[in-house]
């Protein structure tokens, strides 16, 4: 089955040591997002990809970055994570070409914990 | 500033009756809504959508109406079933200047049902 699949699905940190997570796609889509999620709060989305293209959000702390090296790959990096960045990280695609008509695909997403 | 609000964190019904998730909105450019469906440790998943051109969708046991006027939409699950019980996001996209779309999502609602 075409899926979006992230690694690892919990990953503990330790207070600025630097972290990757990673997501894949097999459904081809040229856009990649990555969101942010703590607990009770609405997912937000700290920046996402149009085929190779970059876009970060205004409010996206310098200290998250991410790479695309190609269509399939996605990652994200936290230079110095901090306890504040604990939380679910969910990686998701879709079509740019299907508009609205092109819902979201999500991954199983990452949960972070920085001790 | 919360585009999309779901004011209620929570809602438990019997097995059998109806489910009623409301969510509400404050950006009157958006033109069209989803509905997202996420079990513990799963990614949230596309359930149903509606443009702002209709005031009703429906799929099987899923309805969702919307009411422009009120900045209102609402989402129906009858009859209710025990496999329901989930936390359901609603979500708007608004255009990005890349070509492609941001989902503003709202905190969601832990809909709990009972056997």
């Known amino acids: 089955d075409a899926m979006v699949i992230q690694n690892p699905r919990y990953q503990v940190t330790q207070f600025g040591k630097p972290v990757t997570l990673s997501c894949s796609q097999t459904?081809?889509?040229?856009?990649m997002y990555w969101y942010q999620q703590k607990s009770s709060q609405a997912p937000k989305l700290l920046f996402h990809y149009y085929d190779k293209d970059f876009n970060n959000e205004a409010d996206t702390p310098d200290n998250f970055q991410s790479r695309r090296p190609n269509t399939s790959f996605c990652f994200l990096d936290i230079r110095s994570p901090g306890l504040g960045d604990a939380a679910m990280y969910l990686c998701?695609?879709?079509?740019?070409?299907?508009?609205?008509?092109?819902?979201?695909?999500f991954g199983n997403g990452t949960r972070l914990t920085v001790t | 500033d919360q585009q999309v609000k779901q004011n209620s964190p929570s809602l438990s019904v019997q097995e059998g009756r109806i489910s009623i998730l409301n969510c509400d909105y404050t950006n009157s450019m958006f033109d069209y809504f989803l509905w997202y469906k996420k079990y513990p440790a799963e990614g949230p998943t596309f359930l149903i959508s509606i443009s702002s051109i209709k005031d009703k969708n429906e799929d099987g046991r899923f309805t969702v109406f919307l009411n422009k006027s009120a900045k209102h939409l609402s989402l129906h699950i009858v009859p209710s079933q025990p496999g329901d019980s989930a936390v359901y996001f609603c979500?708007?996209?608004?255009?990005?200047?890349?070509?492609?779309?941001?989902?503003?999502f709202g905190t969601g609602t832990r809909l709990k049902v009972l056997a």
């Open positions: 998701a695609t879709s079509t740019r070409t299907g508009g609205y008509n092109s819902p979201l695909h």
């Open positions: 979500a708007a996209p608004t255009p990005l200047t890349s070509g492609t779309y941001k989902y503003i």
């Open positions: 459904l081809n889509h040229n856009v």
